[in-house]
């Protein structure tokens, strides 16, 4: 299935590098998201843009920068990362209202060394 | 209060079981749930969608309890490949809560 791509699937970063995620949705959604998954933990919601305009930012650390050219793409620009930001990052669409039902990229599983 | 609470588990059942668990919700005003499917190390899949009359889908059911503020999902007759977490996700305000997950282990 590839209504919705991540690319890259592994990123192994060092603290002072500067990376970006790449989401591209292929469903004709005009919601995309950031969530960020660790271990035992539940999905936590980091960034959502509606119809490329962003409505929510879930107190995200600055190190992390979106960004939504358009209601395909989205793109999460990392700099200066933390070892505890290692984890999976799942981009994820949806049809407005952010309350249906919202389909999940494969994610980038990321370790910051 | 969390906004969605699940039971973590384990829950190790044989082969051929039903097993059932709940999700919890804080919002009150909630219409509209989800149950998704995440596979060791994969995304999330959506399972089905939960509405005001639950939902059936070949061996699974979904119900929605208002007054309890609880969504079930019951796994009858369960297969090897029914092991995996569970995820309920419910509507706060314009976004969608995930619980943490419940785990699923079917054995032979």
């Known amino acids: 299935e590839t209504g919705v791509t991540q690319t890259p699937r592994h990123l192994v970063m060092g603290m002072t590098n500067k990376k970006s995620l790449k989401c591209e949705q292929h469903?004709?959604?005009?919601?995309m998201y950031w969530y960020k998954q660790s271990a035992k933990k539940p999905l936590e919601l980091m960034f959502v843009?509606?119809?490329?305009?962003?409505?929510e930012n879930n107190s995200v650390p600055s190190r992390f920068s979106p960004e939504c050219p358009n209601s395909s793409h989205l793109f999460l620009h990392l700099h200066t990362l933390q070892p505890e930001d290692s984890a999976l990052y799942l981009c994820?669409?949806?049809?407005?209202?952010?309350?249906?039902?919202?389909?999940f990229g494969p994610g980038t599983r990321l370790t910051v060394l | 209060r969390k906004e969605v609470e699940q039971d973590p588990g384990p829950f190790n059942v044989p082969e051929g079981a039903t097993v059932a668990f709940n999700c919890t919700y804080s919002?009150?005003?909630?219409?509209?749930f989800f149950w998704y499917r995440q596979d060791c190390r994969k995304e999330p899949k959506l399972l089905m969608s939960?509405?005001?009359s639950g939902n059936e889908d070949g061996r699974f059911t979904a119900q929605l309890n208002r007054a309890s503020q609880y969504i079930s999902l019951l796994i009858r007759d369960s297969k090897l490949s029914d092991s995996a977490t569970y995820l309920c996700?419910?509507?706060?305000?314009?976004?969608?809560?995930f619980g943490a997950g419940t785990t699923v282990t079917v054995r032979a």
């Open positions: 996700g419910g509507p706060n305000d314009y976004k969608l809560s």
């Open positions: 843009y509606n119809f490329k305009e962003q409505t």
């Open positions: 919002n009150s005003a909630s219409q509209s």
């Open positions: 469903l004709g959604h005009n919601a």
């Open positions: 939960v509405y005001s």
């Open positions: 994820a669409s949806s049809h407005p209202p952010y309350v249906d039902t919202q389909y």
